[in-house]
């Protein structure tokens, strides 16, 4: 269409302008070959002399990858991704120090005697301790293993004056509850769902800023052609108005003939005006969606829709399988099983088992301490059983069961109305597919049309009221047209949003998440 219009422009406008000229006026030929010239030079005919073009695709890909919108979605994912990264970290061994450098108390302590009495005893003493750990959790029990290493000093102040070294080169422990809820194995499930959400939702933003990227192409798409065809009414509306001017000399038409095409002029400039203001707003939306700061560019015609076939069984497959609400409805219904279970288990008999073993002494010395050492276990079991509760233990069990009913129902709910909203989504593709064939062929008409009416003004067969009427129709036509093109653009990419899939190149859309 744009070529087409400048080619027009350029060459038809041009010599029939010079046929009107010398035919109609009885103008001689130096005088309007000047006035052609001159008609060609002052409309501008090239509306853009920019030496970027920017297709609809590029702008997409400006958009996803410079533009604001984008970093903003790759800052919420790396956000996502750390927090994972972190939740797996705190799976693997866990090393830690810890020491006590010194502890210094000066008190009168009770202290027990051989007797069994107590007396009251003023004492100064410091206190000092190190230790290195090693904690591991066990997500097959939900326990903790746990393997240290500690040495401490006590040094006693005063007229007994002493120090005491306390050595525990090796404990090895375990910690392990029984009959309650694996908090480890259900976290993990719930933290692989939701890292898999963060994925799909960063895919779905990255067609966010596509749709978006589109809209704004359109927006300069449209203002743009605007601006062609307000400039070649223009020019035509020139023509015909200094036709009739002409003609009302020679007592072919009345004045009001000449008045109504001198107000078209008047419209056609000030819509003329007005559509080069709409480019450069469009245009600089456009900038900000795809981080560029300069207007130096132009938009390329976006290609019809016969490049698109969409498969409605395939869609619907795919986006059941990759949209982020199918797999946050599984996190829902995984958190209230959850939540089942915990109430079920916690209102039931539970324990609760410790276990240690390893090596410690005392001396007044670390090599003695060291030298002798003696064994060190520890074992204890804890249990706990509700007894009476009033029922609670009963409500608390089906009011978990029917919350996580009202989960599974409000989820097939869900996918139930995303169903419904993708099936119409396609059948509205389908409709705009064929729409655009019946838009673009009208408008081609329209244009034909518009050619012959005013062909037909020119040569005193009609009036200006019908050259105007054709014109309007011409105008509407295009609009029609480049409307239908934006919809089903739109459309598509919303499409790519709903499915998260590549209609033209029949892929999955996969962004790249590293980081």
């Known amino acids: 269409m744009q070529n087409f219009r400048h080619r027009y422009l350029k060459t038809g406008l041009f010599m029939h302008s010079l046929h009107i000229l010398t035919k109609t006026l009885q103008l001689p030929m130096f005088f309007a070959l000047y006035y052609g010239l001159a008609l060609l030079l002052c409309s501008g005919l090239e509306v853009y002399a920019q030496n970027t073009v920017l297709t609809l695709k590029e702008c997409v890909r400006l958009a996803q990858t410079q533009g604001p919108a984008a970093e903003i979605a790759r800052s919420a994912y790396r956000n996502r991704f750390h927090r994972y990264e972190s939740f797996t970290a705190g799976l693997l061994p866990q090393f830690s120090l810890e020491g006590t450098l010194p502890n210094i108390t000066r008190a009168i302590n009770s202290i027990p005697q051989p007797d069994g009495s107590l007396l009251f005893r003023s004492q100064s003493q410091a206190q000092s301790s190190a230790g290195i750990n090693i904690s591991q959790q066990i997500p097959l029990t939900g326990g903790q293993l746990f393997i240290g290493s500690s040495l401490s000093r006590i040094d006693l102040f005063g007229e007994n004056a002493s120090k005491l070294w306390s050595v525990s080169p090796l404990v090895l422990g375990i910690s392990q509850p029984l009959f309650q809820l694996n908090t480890v194995s259900w976290n993990i499930r719930e933290q692989e769902i939701m890292i898999d959400i963060a994925r799909k939702q960063f895919h779905e933003a990255m067609e966010d800023i596509a749709m978006e990227a589109v809209a704004r192409f359109f927006d300069v798409y449209l203002a743009q052609m605007n601006v062609e065809n307000a400039r070649l009414n223009v020019i035509i509306n020139d023509s015909t108005y200094r036709l009739s001017q ?134 204890s079991l804890s249990i706990g059983m509700p007894l009476f509760q009033w029922g609670k233990a009963t409500h608390d069990k089906e009011a978990a069961q029917a919350e996580e009913q009202r989960t599974l129902l409000n989820s097939n709910l869900q996918i139930h109305l995303l169903r419904q909203e993708l099936t119409n989504h396609i059948q509205r593709m389908m409709l705009l597919d064929k729409q655009i064939v019946i838009a673009k062929k009208t408008e081609e008409i329209a244009q034909k049309r518009y050619e012959m009416t005013k062909n037909r003004y020119l040569i005193g067969k009609i009036d200006i009221k019908d050259v105007l009427l054709a014109q309007s129709e011409k105008d509407a036509a295009f609009r029609t047209f480049a409307q239908t093109l934006r919809d089903f653009w739109t459309g598509y990419y919303r499409l790519r949003r709903l499915t998260l899939y590549d209609f033209e190149d029949k892929k999955v859309i996969e962004y790249d998440t590293r980081m």
């Not at 986006?319 to 109430?343: D, G, H, W």
């Open 246 to 379: 002409g003609r009302f000399t020679v007592g072919k038409i009345a004045e009001n003939d000449v008045l109504q095409n001198e107000l078209s002029l008047l419209n056609a400039q000030m819509s003329f005006s007005t559509a080069q203001l709409e480019v450069l707003n469009a245009k600089q939306n456009l900038g900000i969606t795809l981080g560029i700061s300069t207007n130096k560019y132009s938009i390329e015609s976006p290609q019809n829709s016969n490049t698109v076939r969409i498969d409605s069984a395939i869609a619907m497959e795919i986006a059941l399988r990759n949209r982020s609400e199918i797999r946050n409805f599984e996190l829902q219904k995984l958190s209230a099983e959850r939540f089942t279970t915990q109430t079920t288990l916690q209102n039931s008999f539970n324990a609760t088992l410790s276990a240690t073993v390893g090596l410690n002494q005392t001396a007044q010395t670390v090599p003695n301490a060291l030298n002798n050492l003696l064994d060190r276990q520890t074992f």
